[in-house]
Structure formats: C-alpha cells, structure tokens
C-alpha cells in the first residue's frame, strides 16, 4: 500500500463508526483503531465479558477512540439487555413531567456508561409519538406534544453532558409520526412542512441549545423536501445546519434496510458524507440473524470503507468534505477525553417508576405469591426488544407465563388462557392497546370471561378496556417491579389512588 492510499484510508476511518463481534477487540478492529478508526458502537452481544476492560483496550489502541451506546432507559437497554432496564424510559418521565427527574435519570445513565468506559450516550429519542401505530418509537419518546418533548430531551442532554460525556439526539427530523420500522423498510413523513417544522423539529432545537454534542439522523423520506431519506438528503441536513446546530451529525445505521436493501451500505455512506453527515454508524452485525457470516463486521466495515476511499480517489466526493466531517468528530472526541471520572448522585429509579404508573379502575389486592401472565405482546423488534421475557418474568414472580401472539392464536389456546385466568390472580400483558385491533379483541374476549384479571400496559397510554388497568408505559424490569409494588400494595377492597 502506497503512502497516499495509507494517508486516505485514515482520513476516511475518521468517520467511521462500526460495530463489531465478540467480547474482545478483534484483529481486524485493532488494525483500523490505529489507523484513526473514529471508535466503534457497543452492542449487547459486546458486553457479555468485562467492558471496562473491553474499553481500555480500545482507548490504548487509539485514545481518542469513541465508544459510543443505545442506553435509552426503559424499553430499550444494551447495559442490562440480560435482566431488563433499571432506568426510566422517556415516556416514564414524560407522564411525571418532572424535569429534576429527567436531568437525573440522565446523570445516571451517563455514570453507567461512563462506568463500562464508553463515551458516547446515544440518547435521548428527541421524536414526538404524533402517530400512535408507530411499531419503532412509541413508549421511546418522551409523549405526543411538542412542548413536552423539547424540554425533556433538553433536561436528558443535560443530565447526560454534565458528567462530560457526549449525547446524541435522534432521530432527526422526528420519527415519531410513521408507522413504518426504519429497520424494515423506507417510512415516509408525510406531513405538510408547516406542521414538521411546528411540531417535530423543535425537540432538536431544544437539544441543540442544551447543548447536545450530537444529533442523529432518520432514514425516513419527507416528500415535502424531496425523495431522499434525511440521512442522504443534503437539503435537510442544511437545515439542520442552518438552525445553529455545529456538533457532530451521525447517520443512524447504515445496515438498517431503509439503507442497506435500496442505495447499499457503501453507496449510502458516500451519499451520506455528501450530504453533510459526519459520522457514519454502520451499525450491528449481527441483525443478519442466521444469515450473518462469522466476519460480517469487518465485511461491513470494509463496504463503507472501500466505498468512500473509492468516491474520494475519483472525485465524486470533495476531500474537503470528509475532512470537515473528521474535523468535527475529533473535536468531540478530545471534549470527552478530557471529561474526569463521573461521581455518583442519589438517584431513585423505584420513585420515578412509581409515580409515572398510570391506574385506571379498582385494582384488586394480590397477594406477593406466583402470579400467572398472560403475554400479548407484538412480537420483538431489532430497535425495541418489548417482548422479552425478564418483563413476565418480573410480573409472574415464579408463576406460569402464557405466551401467543394474538396475530396467530388458535380457539384452543385461547380457551386455554382463559381457563388459567380463571385459576388464580392474573395479568394480562399488551402493549398496543389503541394501534393493534387483533390484541385488544383477544384482552377483551379473556376480560369479558375472567373479570378478576388486571391488565399491565407497557405500551403507550391508551383508552382503557374495562376493567383495572396498570400503565407502566415501559418494557422494562424497574417497571414491571413497579406495576407488581402497586398490585400488592393495593388495599383489599378499597379502590387504587392514581398517585405522583
């Protein structure tokens, strides 16, 4: 390899933003961090042996590496993806409203990412949930209005960038308002521009003077300004530009199918940069599932890699670009360097969860004994692990878990659920109560057949069925614990008290 090609490769690593496979630095990973690799993104399936360890060897290789994590709170979780999340989610304090709350609830989540030595939180979700069908964002946001939205992200950046760590936005310009998983296929936001820029682009607004030191973007279409995704789209990105923003604009990542199955991982990367993004996440190798080969990392790091060294040699994409990109995540880079160790703060995540719950009807008094769950829950999705079984598990506390899909379900195994919630206290679980007609029949159908049942909500806050009805809007353990807490605490025979 010649000096120049050398010389470009790590202009180009500059920006890039892998993921990668295994608990350890691979060979592969280590030869690019010391060739100004701009860091890598932490996945659940990197944190199963010792992070901190993990993250040291990384910050050796390459100091000014960033490490960056999804560690949302609530539904989604990397830190805790074995046991559910401890931390509130956005749509937790988005039904307490209380700010001092949200700034803490950062300040924790940073602490416990700075803990595993990562740099980079990327959170919070700054989308406004207009469109309650949405299958990727729902209980991630902080709630449906504007107003509300803004000022918790502001106060998560805050509690986040006070330790000295980085947050990071997303998804820009709002993802909140589709009803199409980014990861599956193209959504569209098809809202006129007035009602974008009143109601979902005020949350970044809001974020950027915080102070956020990066914002995500969206592979959603805006046909209202043009027909390319925002993360390929030069127009949108100017526009974020033009509202003041000057940190460090990361693409969201590259494998998801928005990208990969229409412009390619190397073609979306090229187009990326030329749009004005900085930091190309590439994203987590192992979303193939079965089809994922033994060196999809590093396969899908040289895609991107190749590409724009490729696009720069040309002169299809200006030099100068690429390195006003590397400019931009150097200097996040050496700001959170220089950050000291993060000190712990009290912080109550039971509380938080407790006073977020939302009752509705007369919770029947169970007994701290094993509980029988009935989970209706849509099946698990790459952003949103909602169905996962530490959330029944927490509620069940020993007892028999039912699991279907209400999509699938047969007359048999409905009848059996309903004779097992006719046996002994039970919950019903769901999470789609006013975006999925197919669940809330079968909750109905059970409810109209065993009426000493309680429903457990995870999902957002809807229309209550009949019947007792616990909110937690969270598919998290600190929310099932609390849902639990409230049943047990529930005096015999006296009707629940909504409480904050």
């Given at each position: 390899m010649t000096a120049h090609a050398d010389e470009l490769i790590r202009l180009v690593n500059g920006v890039l933003w892998p993921g990668f496979l295994g608990h350890v630095v691979p060979a592969w990973l280590e030869t690019e961090l010391e060739r100004n690799l701009a860091g890598v993104v932490y996945f659940a399936q990197n944190l199963g042996g010792?992070?901190?360890?993990?993250?040291?060897?990384?910050?050796?290789?390459?100091?000014?590496?960033?490490?960056?994590?999804?560690?949302?709170?609530?539904?989604?979780?990397?830190?805790?993806?074995?046991?559910?999340?401890?931390?509130?989610?956005?749509?937790?304090l988005g039904i307490l409203d209380d700010l001092d709350a949200t700034m803490a609830t950062g300040h924790e989540i940073a602490r416990r990412v700075d803990r595993i030595g990562a740099d980079v939180v990327i959170a919070p979700v700054a989308d406004v949930n207009t469109d309650?069908?949405?299958?990727?964002?729902g209980v991630r946001a902080f709630g449906a209005t504007s107003?509300?939205?803004?000022?918790?992200?502001?106060?998560?950046?805050?509690?986040?960038?006070?330790?000295?760590?980085?947050?990071c936005a997303k998804h820009y310009p709002g993802h909140g308002d589709t009803h199409t998983d980014s990861h599956d296929d193209l959504p569209r936001l098809t809202l006129e521009q007035g009602e974008i820029e009143a109601v979902h682009l005020p949350p970044f607004a809001a974020a950027a003077d915080a102070g956020v030191r990066a914002i995500m973007t969206a592979h959603i279409c805006v046909p209202a300004w043009g027909d390319e995704p925002a993360t390929l789209n030069p127009g949108m990105l100017a526009r974020l530009r033009a509202s003041g923003f000057d940190g460090v604009i990361i693409t969201d990542a590259l494998d998801m199918a928005a990208i990969r199955e229409t412009v390619g991982l190397g073609g979306g990367a090229v187009r990326a940069l030329a749009a004005g993004a900085d930091l190309l996440c590439?994203?987590?190798?192992?979303?193939?599932?079965?089809?994922?080969?033994?060196?999809?990392?590093?396969r899908d790091y040289l895609a991107v890699r190749d590409a724009v060294v490729a696009a720069v040699a040309a002169g299809k994409l200006p030099r100068a670009r690429v390195e006003e990109a590397s400019r931009r995540v150097a200097a996040m880079a050496d700001a959170v360097r220089s950050r000291t160790a993060v000190a712990d703060v009290p912080f109550d995540g039971d509380r938080i969860a407790d006073r977020a719950l939302l009752v509705s009807g007369d919770l029947p008094h169970f007994s701290d004994a094993p509980t029988t769950v009935i989970d209706l829950r849509r099946p698990s999705s790459l952003a949103v692990d909602s169905a996962a079984s530490h959330v029944a598990q927490a509620l069940a506390a020993g007892g028999e878990i039912i699991r279907f899909d209400p999509d699938t379900t047969t007359d048999d195994e409905l009848d059996a659920a309903i004779r097992a919630a006719t046996a002994g206290q039970t919950l019903l679980l769901v999470d789609r109560l006013d975006a999925d007609a197919l669940q809330r029949g079968v909750l109905d159908r059970i409810r109209s057949d065993a009426r000493g049942t309680v429903t457990v909500n995870v999902g957002l806050p809807a229309d209550a069925p009949d019947g007792p009805v616990i909110t937690s809007a969270a598919a998290s353990l600190l929310a099932a614990r609390a849902a639990r807490r409230a049943l047990v605490a529930a005096p015999k025979n006296q009707p629940a008290v909504r409480e904050n």
């Open positions: 010792d992070t901190a360890a993990l993250s040291a060897q990384i910050h050796a290789i390459a100091p000014s590496a960033l490490i960056g994590i999804d560690e949302e709170g609530g539904s989604v979780t990397r830190l805790e993806t074995p046991t559910g999340s401890t931390i509130p989610g956005a749509a937790q309650p069908r949405n299958p990727v964002i107003d509300l939205v803004s000022r918790h992200a502001a106060a998560l950046v805050r509690g986040i960038q006070q330790t000295g760590m980085a947050a590439i994203g987590n190798p192992t979303n193939p599932g079965a089809g994922m080969l033994p060196d999809q990392d590093e």
